[in-house]
């Protein structure tokens, strides 16, 4: 059995000069990472995506990060009602852009392996390199009913999910047929042309490419619990953390960051650090927190986030009322959006080069409108950033 543990240096924009990637989080889903009822909050339209896609290559972003949902929260704006399903919209980016990298979001429980494996290397030809794979294993059990698929128990689901993640990598890299005899999964006389993008059994030119087996996606996952963050650990080239609490202490960012990398060459490998943050940048600081105070707290949609806390078994009948509205409190402004990146260019910028500094290597950012916002945050913190050594001119 062939085995394929490496993605190429020279095949995506995640591997660029920037010393801190940025990326666009969640644009494939109505309302974004938003949980607000402003007007101008996020359509999630494919004209608005392809739009942002290519402003956002344009601009020398370096990735694309969808949201594998499949449900909306409710509440008055049906929080992510209506998504994008991420293979496809990834497929028509690609296929709109030129440089930057485009991740979809599997479900390894809903998706055929074979499948899934001819999807990516389909998704990452017509990139010509540049998907990326985010492998998650489900967070909402109400997701999965719908599928007629009954949602294993927690720690068992990475169980399946390494067993899936083995067979698409053998689909990736094993020259003729093979059989897949798991626990989970029994595969017979598996075949899977192309492999992925620049591999040499596929090139019509031979110049440059690789040996089957020695180019694949890069591949990430956010699991939190200690088994998802083994997984990624052991499987991953990027880890994402949602963590906000020491957000701005470069020490204690620094040690998070240290604690993970040394984790992961415990299993031989390299990992890098992403995380997660949602900006509101603005000329002037008290602009921009009064924006924030509109969108993400007098306008939030509260139901919809009731219904998120309620999926977590967060409820005021399971935890006295002043806890529950710090929870909800905390949910709107930082646990669903990511750390808030509010204030001036330069505070944006400054506070984007601390966790630079860290050592953590991107982050996938939101806005609550990524059209109407990303031209002030390219114009404006982008340039500060490249001052600051965070990144190299576009
Ligand atoms: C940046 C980021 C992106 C994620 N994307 C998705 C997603 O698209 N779909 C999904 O079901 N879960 C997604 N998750 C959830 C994680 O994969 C994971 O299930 C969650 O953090 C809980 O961790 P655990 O599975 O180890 O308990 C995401 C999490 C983060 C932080």
């Known amino acids: 059995m062939m085995t394929l543990d490496v993605t190429t240096p020279e095949r995506a924009a995640m591997y660029n000069g920037n010393r801190l990637k940025i990326g666009l989080f969640g644009a494939n889903?109505?309302?974004?990472?938003?949980?607000?009822?402003?007007?101008?909050?996020?359509?999630?339209?494919?004209?608005?995506?392809?739009?942002?896609?290519?402003?956002a290559d344009d601009a020398g972003l370096d990735f694309l990060?969808?949201?594998?949902?499949?449900?909306?929260?409710?509440?008055?704006?049906?929080?992510q009602g209506a998504t994008l399903e991420t293979l496809t919209w990834a497929s028509g980016l690609l296929a709109s852009t030129s440089r930057i990298t485009v991740f979809g979001t599997v479900h390894a429980p809903l998706f055929n392996p074979v499948i899934a494996a001819k999807e990516i290397v389909t998704a990452d030809h017509i990139g010509g390199g540049r998907f990326g794979l985010n492998l998650v294993v489900g967070w909402n059990e109400g997701e999965f009913e719908m599928f007629g698929v009954e949602q294993r128990e927690h720690d068992a689901r990475y169980d399946f999910a390494?067993?899936?993640?083995?067979?698409?990598?053998?689909?990736?890299?094993e020259?003729?047929?093979?059989?897949?005899?798991?626990?989970?999964?029994?595969?017979?006389?598996?075949?899977?042309?192309?492999?992925p993008y620049g591999a040499k059994s596929y090139c019509a030119k031979s110049d440059g490419a690789k040996p089957d087996g020695e180019t694949r996606p890069i591949i990430m996952n956010a699991g939190s619990s200690d088994i998802g963050q083994a997984f990624a650990l052991r499987n991953c080239d990027a880890f994402f953390v949602a963590t906000a609490g020491s957000r701005m202490s470069l020490e204690g960012n620094a040690s998070?960051?240290?604690?993970?990398?040394?984790a992961a060459r415990d299993f031989g490998r390299e990992i890098e650090v992403y995380t997660v943050g949602q900006v509101i940048c603005r000329p002037s600081q008290q602009e921009a927190e009064d924006y924030y105070r509109h969108a993400i707290i007098e306008n939030a949609d509260w139901g919809a986030i009731d219904g998120m806390l309620a999926n977590k078994s967060i409820t005021p009948q399971t935890i006295p009322p002043d806890e529950y509205a710090a929870k909800r409190r905390y949910f709107a402004t930082n646990a669903i959006g990511g750390y808030p990146f509010v204030g001036t260019p330069d505070r944006v910028a400054d506070e984007l080069d601390c966790?630079?500094?860290a050592g953590v290597r991107g982050i996938a950012l939101s806005f609550v409108n990524y059209l109407d916002e990303l031209p002030y945050f390219c114009d404006e913190v982008l340039p500060r950033l490249v001052w600051l050594g965070a990144r190299v001119k576009h």
Do not use: H
């Open 162 to 173: 390494q067993e899936w993640l083995d067979a698409v990598k053998q689909a990736w890299s």
């Open 355 to 357: 966790i630079s500094k």
């Open 256 to 262: 998070k960051v240290a604690e993970i990398k040394r």
């Open 175 to 195: 020259p003729g047929d093979f059989d897949f005899d798991g626990r989970f999964l029994q595969l017979k006389g598996v075949r899977a042309y192309p492999k």
């Open 29 to 55: 889903c109505s309302s974004g990472r938003a949980v607000t009822m402003v007007p101008e909050r996020w359509s999630g339209s494919w004209a608005d995506n392809l739009k942002l896609a290519r402003m």
């Open 65 to 79: 990060l969808p949201i594998a949902r499949w449900k909306g929260y409710g509440g008055d704006t049906d929080y």
